[in-house]
């Protein structure tokens, strides 16, 4: 198995423009979890489905954060307007089952 | 919800020494504690993990230990090489809180050779 895919690796955007993230989870894994990195925050859940279907969005920083899961094999998040304080590192996991996450290797955004 | 502390931040060691990492959580009703490692420019990848049912668990150099009651668990690395240096987390998961895992700040392993 290739592993949770995410794309793009680094993604640069000016303020203001819409940015998409996405993911691609282990075929067969029932949850998918966002996170966000930041050396000042930390590893910070967004939000998770299981079986498709949004769980729990508590997470999701503001209205312009939006994330979806369409199929059992793909999701995206996506940021609108986009803003300098969302630059981080942003990262899908995968699991079946809900524990023993895999992450994929990541988006690092930089919103100048 | 949830919250997990976790000490030191950095941590430098002589290969060949032990490594220990320690973690607090503040919901008792938290069943779950995985530990990752973070390498530069990779995810986090699971190295052990620990249910509530057990207090300790060992694989090859690392073992964890759990002790529900004073609600704290830790990472021991022994004989550290080089490839041990990495970022390492702590992680916690509440029943209550399905399957959402809460992490600690990391800690920074240096193996010096």
């Known amino acids: 198995d290739a592993g949770v895919i995410q794309s793009p690796r680094h993604e640069v955007t000016e303020m203001g423009q819409e940015v998409t993230l996405r993911c691609k989870p282990i075929?067969?894994?029932?949850?998918l979890f966002w996170y966000r990195q930041t050396m000042m925050r930390g590893l910070e859940l967004l939000i998770y489905f299981n079986n498709n279907v949004p769980i729990d969005d508590s997470g999701m920083p503001e209205d312009r954060f939006s994330a979806k899961m369409p199929n059992a094999s793909f999701s995206t998040l996506k940021i609108q307007p986009s803003e300098p304080r969302d630059s981080a590192v942003y990262f899908c996991a995968s699991s079946l089952g809900g524990q023993a996450y895999t992450f994929g290797s990541g988006t690092r955004l930089t919103v100048v | 919800g949830e919250n997990v502390e976790q000490h030191p931040s950095t941590l430098s060691v002589q290969e060949g020494d032990s490594a220990v990492i320690k973690c607090t959580y503040s919901d008792s009703a938290s069943n779950y504690f995985p530990w990752y490692k973070q390498e530069l420019g990779k995810g986090p990848q699971l190295i052990i993990d620990i249910r509530s049912n057990v207090g300790e668990k060992k694989d090859q150099r690392i073992a964890v230990t759990l002790n529900k009651t004073a609600k704290h668990f830790s990472l021991h690395i022994t004989e550290t090489q080089p490839e041990d240096s990495a970022v390492y987390f702590c992680a916690a998961s509440p029943k209550a809180a399905g399957n959402k895992l809460t992490f600690g700040g990391g800690t920074r392993v240096l193996v010096k050779p």
């Open positions: 075929s067969g894994h029932d949850y």
